[in-house]
């Protein structure tokens, strides 16, 4: 038996181990909730980035929170549809457009009527180009959400791709309808329009979007195309400075101005302006062809050569970059390098009448016996019911010259004719009336025509 002291000891000791044992349960489960805390904390937090509504983080950073849902698969098949489909957002974001459409597939496999998964797949299509696949996606959004501005607007865009403006309009006009603070849709609705050549049109919805968004610099550029598409070029002029002032580093603004200002002849402001343009986005070929252009206008031959050089650099299949080349090459007399680019032209533009002409001369001063033959095929390519075909037939010899000049109807046509005739001349050996013919087509032309810069250089080499 246990003595009282012994007892009383032993006693305390069984209390103080209930004591402890009371701590320990209680400390695990604190430490239990509170690890059930930080995972309901992670998770939560994992759905934030996963969801990135404010596009607050990189794509990495969501794409790393939606994994972790994705991957503890304990929600529900609408969230989990929904980790998906955001994961897909970010991929696409990052321009990995196959691992976001497999992501929207697996959204849609989970939740057959999510429409949101629909739009954005079918956004991702149309990336890569696949618009019968980016429509078919579109309609099935709307089909499961009729009310859904977005897809309408989506949609619309791809008929515009597809080149049926009256059903993008259509589209347009029922995101309108659906919302009509949509600044995309009042942009889209105005370049469809301006497609059409309704300049007027274009206008009215550029001014509904920008009343909806005044800073917004791409609309002002948008209208500055549809200012210029109906001759006003001062209008232009106006809204591409607001988009640069909207936008300072905004290339395409500047590109757009410095040709609203070459259509003014305003060659230098034109060249400050294509050389922004330039140094804000050196790979942007257009405005160094542009550029290009206006060296050749101004008659500095080289620096044109250079710039179009530059071009087709940063983009092999330029055509108007080869083509322009290689009447810069013919206006210096390198007959054969004009010939190699001018041959690119016509196995790019098989139908243009003009680019099988200025191969045919280039040949021909070239010293190229061919050069006849090859006109007599590429001939076969283009159309021969309209101008400038006498013209080919003039050098094939089976029109006269009074006949083709007949033929020559618009007073553009007519400067055509002057210059292509004074080239046929001097193959003819008939130095005075080419001279005349050239002069004519000199007064007449266009300074931005082709054939004026060409009877300009003519003359030059003929000592006139």
Same mark, same amino acid.
């Given at each position: !038996?246990?003595?009282?002291?012994?007892?009383?000891?032993?006693?305390? !000791?069984?209390?103080?181990?209930?004591?402890?044992?009371?701590?320990?349960?209680?400390?695990?489960?604190?430490?239990?909730?509170?690890?059930? #805390?930080?995972?309901?904390?992670?998770?939560?937090?994992?759905?934030?980035?996963?969801?990135?509504?404010?596009?607050?983080?990189?794509?990495?950073?969501?794409?790393?929170?939606?994994?972790? !849902?994705?991957?503890?698969?304990?929600?529900?098949?609408?969230?989990?549809?929904?980790?998906?489909?955001?994961?897909?957002?970010?991929?696409?974001?990052?321009?990995?457009?196959?691992?976001?459409?497999?992501?929207?597939?697996?959204?849609?496999?989970?939740?057959?009527?999510?429409?949101?998964?629909?739009?954005?797949?079918?956004?991702?299509?149309?990336?890569?180009?696949?618009?019968?696949?980016?429509?078919?996606?579109?309609?099935?959004?709307?089909?499961?959400?009729?009310? #859904?501005?977005?897809?309408?607007?989506?949609?619309?865009?791809?008929?515009?791709?597809?080149?049926?403006?009256?059903?993008?309009?259509?589209?347009?006009?029922?995101?309108?309808?659906?919302?009509?603070?949509?600044?995309?849709?009042?942009?889209?609705?105005?370049?469809?329009?301006?497609?059409?050549?309704?300049?007027?049109?274009?206008?009215?919805?550029?001014?509904?979007?920008?009343?909806?968004?005044?800073?917004?610099?791409?609309?002002?550029?948008?209208?500055?195309?549809?200012?210029?598409?109906?001759?006003?070029?001062?209008?232009?002029?106006?809204?591409?400075?607001?988009?640069?002032?909207?936008?300072?580093?905004?290339?395409?603004?500047?590109?757009?101005?410095?040709?609203?200002? #070459?259509?003014?002849?305003?060659?230098?402001?034109?060249?400050?302006?294509?050389?922004?343009?330039?140094? *804000?986005?050196?790979?942007?070929?257009? +405005?160094?062809?542009?550029?290009?252009?206006?060296?050749?206008?101004?008659?500095?031959?080289?620096?044109?050569?250079?710039?179009?050089?530059?071009?087709?650099?940063?983009?092999?299949?330029?055509?108007?970059?080869?083509?322009?080349?290689?009447?810069?090459?013919?206006?210096?007399?390198?007959?054969?390098?004009?010939?190699?680019?001018?041959?690119?032209?016509?196995?790019?533009?098989?139908?243009?009448?003009?680019?099988?002409?200025?191969?045919?001369?280039?040949?021909?001063?070239?010293?190229?016996?061919?050069?006849?033959?090859?006109?007599?095929?590429?001939?076969?390519?283009?159309?021969?019911?309209?101008?400038?075909?006498?013209?080919?037939? *003039?050098? *094939?010899?089976?029109?006269?010259?009074?006949?083709?000049?007949?033929? +020559?109807?618009?007073?553009?046509?007519?400067?055509?004719?002057?210059?292509?005739?004074?080239?046929?001349?001097? *193959?003819?050996?008939?130095?005075?009336?080419?001279?005349?013919?050239?002069?004519?087509?000199?007064?007449?032309?266009?300074?931005?025509?082709?054939?004026?810069?060409?009877?300009?250089?003519?003359?030059?080499?003929?000592?006139?």
């Amino acid at each position: !038996m246990v003595s009282d002291l012994r007892r009383t000891a032993f006693d305390r !000791m069984l209390a103080t181990a209930a004591l402890v044992a009371a701590c320990c349960l209680s400390a695990g489960i604190a430490a239990a909730q509170q690890s059930q #805390q930080e995972q309901r904390s992670q998770q939560e937090q994992d759905w934030i980035r996963c969801v990135n509504s404010a596009q607050t983080f990189p794509p990495d950073v969501a794409i790393g929170g939606c994994t972790r !849902m994705i991957d503890a698969g304990d929600g529900s098949r609408s969230a989990l549809a929904g980790a998906f489909s955001n994961r897909g957002n970010a991929y696409q974001d990052k321009g990995e457009l196959d691992r976001a459409i497999a992501d929207y597939t697996e959204a849609i496999r989970l939740n057959p009527r999510y429409s949101i998964a629909f739009i954005n797949r079918g956004k991702a299509f149309a990336q890569k180009r696949a618009l019968d696949r980016a429509l078919a996606d579109y309609n099935e959004a709307i089909r499961f959400d009729p009310d #859904q501005a977005t897809a309408f607007n989506n949609r619309g865009t791809v008929y515009q791709e597809m080149g049926d403006l009256d059903r993008a309009i259509a589209d347009y006009e029922e995101a309108i309808r659906l919302d009509p603070k949509s600044v995309f849709a009042f942009t889209n609705h105005g370049n469809a329009y301006l497609a059409k050549g309704n300049s007027e049109r274009a206008i009215a919805s550029y001014d509904a979007a920008i009343r909806l968004s005044p800073g917004n610099p791409t609309v002002f550029v948008n209208r500055g195309n549809a200012y210029q598409a109906k001759g006003d070029v001062d209008g232009a002029l106006a809204n591409y400075s607001e988009a640069i002032r909207l936008a300072p580093t905004y290339a395409s603004a500047f590109n757009n101005r410095a040709n609203a200002y #070459q259509i003014k002849g305003d060659l230098d402001r034109a060249l400050m302006d294509y050389s922004e343009a330039i140094r *804000l986005d050196p790979g942007y070929a257009i +405005a160094v062809n542009n550029r290009g252009n206006t060296y050749q206008r101004k008659g500095d031959l080289d620096r044109a050569l250079a710039d179009y050089d530059e071009a087709i650099r940063l983009n092999p299949n330029y055509a108007s970059a080869v083509n322009s080349r290689g009447l810069v090459y013919y206006n210096k007399g390198d007959y054969e390098r004009s010939a190699l680019d001018l041959a690119r032209g016509v196995a790019q533009r098989p139908a243009d009448a003009y680019l099988a002409m200025w191969l045919y001369l280039a040949r021909a001063r070239a010293g190229n016996q061919d050069a006849a033959a090859e006109l007599e095929t590429n001939a076969k390519k283009v159309r021969q019911t309209a101008w400038p075909y006498p013209v080919v037939e *003039l050098y *094939l010899g089976r029109r006269s010259l009074a006949a083709t000049l007949a033929a +020559a109807g618009a007073p553009g046509d007519r400067c055509d004719a002057q210059f292509f005739i004074g080239e046929w001349q001097l *193959l003819q050996a008939d130095r005075p009336a080419a001279i005349a013919s050239l002069k004519g087509a000199a007064d007449t032309c266009p300074k931005t025509f082709a054939e004026f810069r060409g009877a300009q250089a003519e003359l030059k080499r003929l000592g006139q």
